[in-house]
């Protein structure tokens, strides 16, 4: 039996299934996840998704009414993953990922788990693992979940869409060396099946708000510093900055790809000051100059080699001092 296939039999098998993703939403979290959970059901099986927080609003066009929300209902979520007999742990490599409460829970949990990730090092936490690094994202692994389960033919419109959204966000619009040959015989399957890819394109692109463009236009004009000795931009954001263009999740998320669209950038690397501390993300071009490692080594963090992120407990002016401090060291 393939792993395709015994997950198929798991899901058979189970009375209560879960599906769970990282903490910080993302477009492939989502896809993935509600891509699973729309593919369960056409397999005659019930789930409900549980995530630990919001996903941003621009993701929200997408029927979300059954993903449960650890910040929001704790009580319901405890209560369904102490139940679940199924657990899924999609797009992420360690449990850590899902935050500190709800990591917990999946600790405690008697569920068989099931990772579906794409990222570098899995941990072997799960029961079972399909764990491919070399894909684009979590939901082209449900497209071969259901593909090599022989199931193609459930392939539909519903199914379809949330994981093409997952592929799209998760490759920067096809943009990232993550897209290989395997990734548009998937997307073909998807378009086959019905999904109306430009539709999908313009809710998400087409739905900047004023706020987010201004926070967006004050970052680039004055908050971007490039580093010409190592083609290396960077921009940072403090709480009030962020308060003062009414900052919502997700408004800053295109930051470092607009930066790293400049020619000649190697890298581009963004942090905002939210709850407390620094959020960073790395983004790089070409296998020469990898985030990776800086994000792990140096800011608890990690990804992919071009596309990574991270945090920091210091202060606004302390991180970017040592993000300059370590730029000559990665690149």
Known sequence: MNIYKQIEAEIQAASYIVITAHKSADGDSIGSS?????????????????????APDFLYWLDTTNILLMEENPEEVRASIKKADLIFCLDYNAISRVGSEMQVLLEEATGNKIMIDHHLNPEEFPAITLSETTASSTSQLIVDLIEHSGHLDLLDEKIGTPLYLGI??????????????????????????????HLIHEKLNDNNTESRLRLQGYAMSEKLEILYD???????????ELAKYNYKKGDTDSLANLVLSIKGMKAAIVFTERDGIMKISFRSKGAENPVN??????????????????MSDLSVMETLEKLKGLIPKYF
């Not at 959970?37 to 919001?54: M, S, W």
Request: glycine fraction near 12%; proline fraction near 2%; aromatic fraction near 6%.
């Open 34 to 54: 509600l891509g699973l959970l729309h593919f369960i059901e056409k397999l005659g099986k019930k789930a409900i998704i549980c995530h630990p927080d919001k």
């Open 230 to 240: 190592y083609n290396v931009a960077v921009i940072s954001l403090s709480k009030e």
């Open 293 to 310: 490692l800086l994000a792990k080594e140096h800011f608890n963090g990690g990804g992919h080699a071009n596309a990574s992120g991270g």
């Open 168 to 197: 799209l966000t998760d490759t920067g619009s096809f943009r990232f060396n993550s897209v290989k040959p395997r990734t548009h015989e998937v997307l073909a399957k998807i378009l086959t099946a019905g999904v109306e890819h």
